[in-house]
């Protein structure tokens, strides 16, 4: 077992400015080097307190990677239904040149109503974009003088460069929240899979999903699993919780705000039950989370 460190901004410039908030995270990003954490990860989104100081997963990884030494650099995710294949695959081997090939690739469709509407994208398009543009990325940093006809993007003869420092490209991995054709087409393929379980014990059920896939596609071992826990360390639990229990209260008030509209009259057969799974995140406290072991809190003692 490895412990890396994600960033999930959940801030808004009334809080902290952008300048603020990325000074802290690069402190902590050499902290954590030379604690001997084994990665840092950081989400994209858009627009709203819940991830929006982070459009751009590449652009902090880069800095991070000038603030590190070992720790391996993981978007966690990108989504290449709001990026161009072409733009993607260049800025990955530029980082994975920059790091000395510490960088490894997530990929997520994306799943806030509210960032599909901006950038005027059909929700309905979500899973196609993401498996057209993740192949689509595959493919330029494994290939040179490559021609692809696709649904949304087209392009001839093209070699992407810098050329991946990688062989032969950085370790993918595709992110996903409770959609179980995600962790099987995951395992399928060969990637990695990178998750949150909030749902609670739900998320043992979609890893062997995950696994059992991967298996059957004859992959070697088990597969690679990343989940992603709140977690704070205090001298006393009773320290522990007092300081964790707001912010992690915050987090999921601004989660269910930001995908408020599933609450709504959206839906689309690309998300099933995602209406449900916002609702009952609506009903997710602190002590919900800690009780389902989705949040770990306490002394280092209690949680070994």
Not at 12 to 30: D, H, I, M, R
Not at 71 to 90: C, S, Y
């Amino acid at each position: 077992m490895e412990f890396g460190l994600q960033f999930f901004p959940d801030v808004s410039p009334q809080q902290k400015s952008g300048t603020q908030y990325f000074n802290e995270a690069l402190e902590l990003v050499s902290l954590c080097d030379q604690l001997g954490y084994t990665s840092i990860r950081i989400v994209e989104h858009y627009f709203h307190r819940y991830g929006g100081y982070s459009p751009n997963p590449i652009v902090f990884l880069t800095a991070a990677s000038q603030r590190t030494q070992k720790a391996r650099l993981i978007t966690g995710a990108v989504l290449p239904v709001f990026n161009n294949p072409l733009k993607l695959a260049g800025e990955i081997g530029m980082l994975d040149a920059i790091s000395n090939g510490r960088l490894e690739v997530g990929f997520a469709r994306g799943f806030l109503p509210h960032e599909f509407a901006r950038f005027g994208i059909d929700l309905n398009e979500s899973r196609s974009r993401f498996e057209e543009g993740m192949e689509q990325v595959r493919c330029l940093l494994e290939q040179e003088n490559v021609t692809m006809e696709g649904q949304f993007h087209r392009f001839e003869n093209v070699t992407s460069l810098p050329r991946p420092t990688q062989t032969p490209r950085p370790p993918f991995w595709v992110a996903a929240l409770a959609t179980p054709a995600s962790f099987v087409a995951a395992g399928h393929k060969g990637y990695g899979i990178m998750a949150i379980p909030l749902a609670g014990g739900k998320m043992a059920e979609l890893i062997k999903l995950y696994r059992d896939a991967w298996k059957s596609a004859g992959h070697p071992g088990q597969g690679r699993v990343m989940l992603a826990f709140h977690m704070f360390c205090a001298p006393t639990a009773e320290k522990a919780i007092a300081i964790a229990r707001q912010p992690l209260n915050d987090y999921l008030k601004s989660l269910v705000e930001a995908a408020s509209d599933w609450l709504m009259d959206t839906h689309s057969a690309d998300y099933h039950s995602y209406d449900k799974i916002i609702a009952g995140l609506k009903q997710e406290t602190f002590e919900s989370q800690v009780e389902k072991g989705a949040a770990w809190i306490g002394t280092p003692e209690q949680l070994q």
